[in-house]
Every structure is written in C-alpha cells, then in structure tokens.
C-alpha cells in the first residue's frame, strides 16, 4: 500500500486526496497554513470548489509547515499553481524520505523561462529523484462526485507504474505515457486555446468557430511538442486532444470562463479575483510564446491570446487578425 501525501488543498488536490484514499492508498493531505488546515479537519469538505463532496474519514489533513508531514510518504503529490513551483519544490526538497518520489499535478511553464516544469523541479529535488506528471481530461468538480475519467502518468517508470497501481480504480483510469515533455507541453499549452475558446463565446459565436479553434489550437500545440522531439501521438490522446476538448468546451473549465470573461471587458489582472482560483492560462500564456519564438515556432491563436489579454486588442480585433493570416494549406 502507498503511503500518499498530497501538497494543495484546492479542488484538484483535494479531489486527488479523496481518489487515492478510495482506492486503497494511506493518503495524508497537506494544506497550505494550519490555520487552513484546522478549517478542512473540522468540515472535511472545500464547500467553495466542490460542495458536499466530503474527504474520507481515512484522509489525514496536516499543512506543509508540519515537521513530519513528509515523513511516511513515498508519493508526494504537488498539487499547486505553476507560480508556486520553483518555492515549493525548494522547500520539499531536503525534507523527502529516501525513495519517495515527486508526481506533479500542475499543468503550466516555468514563468519568464517558458521550461517545462519537470526541469524546474529537477533543478530542485536531489539527484536521481523519481519524477512524474499526471494530465488529462481531470475536471475535479465531476470526477469528486465519482464520474468516470481517465488520465496519463507520464515521467520515472517505477513511479509511473506505483502512481498507476496506487489511484486507478472503477471510475478513475490511468494511462502511462513515456513522453513526458509531450504530456508538460499539452497540459500547458491546452489552457491558452481554452482562453481562445472561452473568447469566442464571449463573443457570441458558436460551434463552427470553436471546431475551428480546437482544431487549429491542436496543431498549434502539435507544431511546439515536435519541436521538442514529443511524439504526435501524445497530442492525439488524453493530454492532448481529450484535455483540449475538456477545457474549451466544460462549464468547470476556468480557462474557457476566464477567456469568455475577457471578451465581455474584464481585465486580465481582475479575472483570477472573480473566478476565486487560479488561472492557468494567463499565467503560461506568456511564458508558451517565450518557448516558441527559441523554438522558431508559430502560435497564432495563442499570439492572439497574449494580444487580447495583456497588450489592450480587442478580442474582435484579435479575431479580425486570425482569420486575414495568408491563405495557407491545412498542416
């Protein structure tokens, strides 16, 4: 049995907590104060993200300043925001029991750098540390409540395969994928086209224009993985495509609200305050574009993005931009 300690108490790493402990493994969850974590033992529910979905009597709640937080773990499960990874994984770094290893939630880029996120926690953990990531169609809100779903373990093999053993279970599956800067780059650049797509129902449009940008957006994110050797397959599967479907088309998906928010008029900086959690997207979308201009790597779609929410363009005038690019064949 895994002993299983999950870093961020938000919808997702709560959602995790609750999946693992249904599925066998011995799971403590690790909120971000005490004072946090006095609240959440007490109620045992996130009535903010997930309503009555309720942790498992079997699910220890501690916070990360515990001094033996760490101690019995031997998967740590960093469910935090990609701002917060390089902090936390310098933190966790000298406190990880021998052989544990790191399964990362998170799906975004190093900010400034535009690294995926596996370097940064590399460039923290000590040598030879087992590293993976989990992606995929992973809406907490219907996957809390036991609604099937499936996801991709991606990164060391043997915690790969200890990931897949300790959380698969009747409603949840999970996939192992060997490409694991594949898997980083679908998780991170999937969020930017859901702004797109939550943009085009801000403005009123329907579902010729999002076929059109999920479409378009799959090769965007397709052309940057080839870039870094990540196989095509990847962007065919669950990180890719089946994210990509999720997050431009789900009513739980803050990508696609923050983007439709932003084409009624609210601004960038104010859309995270509104929808109360983080927004993934506005925080890659710059460090993507930093990615691909290295790479030599065209994102349209997700220049637009940029443009729309932090440079003052329009949406509309965003849209008028797209669709007068050069006449072109389908690749």
């Not at 590399?122 to 993976?132: N, Q």
């Not at 915690?159 to 898997?183: C, K, T």
């Not at 780059?185 to 930017?192: D, E, I, R």
């Not at 965007?220 to 999720?246: K, P, V």
Request: hydrophobic content about 50%; glycine content about 10%.
């Amino acid at each position: 049995m895994s002993d299983v300690v999950v870093i961020g108490a938000g919808a997702w790493g709560c959602t995790f907590a609750r999946v693992a402990a249904l599925a066998g493994a011995r799971v403590s969850l690790a909120c971000r104060t005490a004072e946090q974590a006095a609240v959440l033992r007490g109620t045992r529910h996130d009535r903010i993200h997930l309503g009555d979905v309720a942790l498992p009597d079997e699910v220890v709640v501690t916070h990360v300043d515990d001094p033996a937080a760490l101690d019995a773990a031997s998967i740590v499960v960093a469910a935090i925001p990609s701002r917060a990874v390089a902090q936390v994984a310098a933190a966790l770094a000298p406190r990880l029991p021998a052989g544990a290893g790191v399964l990362s939630l998170t799906k975004g880029l190093e900010p400034g750098t535009g690294r995926v996120l596996s370097e940064a926690w590399a460039g923290a953990l000590p040598p030879g540390t087992p590293f993976a990531v989990l992606s995929g169609p992973n809406h907490a809100e219907e996957i809390a409540v036991g609604q099937p779903a499936a996801a991709v373990v991606s990164g060391h093999p043997g915690l790969a395969a200890r990931v897949q053993e300790a959380v698969s279970g009747p409603v949840f599956r999970i996939y192992v994928n060997d490409d694991l800067v594949g898997v980083e780059l679908c998780g991170a650049a999937k969020n930017v086209i859901a702004l797109a797509a939550g943009m085009s129902d801000g403005l009123g449009f329907g579902d010729n224009a999002k076929a059109a940008l999920i479409t378009r957006g799959l090769a965007e994110m397709s052309r940057l993985g080839a870039s870094a050797g990540a196989r095509d397959s990847t962007f065919r599967g669950l990180a890719g495509m089946g994210d990509l479907i999720a997050t431009c088309t789900s009513r739980h998906s803050r990508n696609r609200r923050a983007g439709e928010m932003i084409a009624r008029g609210l601004p960038a900086d104010a859309v995270e305050r509104d929808i109360g959690q983080v927004v993934e997207g506005l925080a890659t979308v710059r460090a993507l574009l930093v990615r691909a201009s290295a790479a030599g790597v065209e994102l349209p779609i997700s220049e637009q993005v940029a443009a729309a929410a932090f440079e003052g363009r329009s949406p509309e005038e965003c849209l008028r931009s797209l669709m007068s690019r050069a006449p072109a064949t389908e690749a």
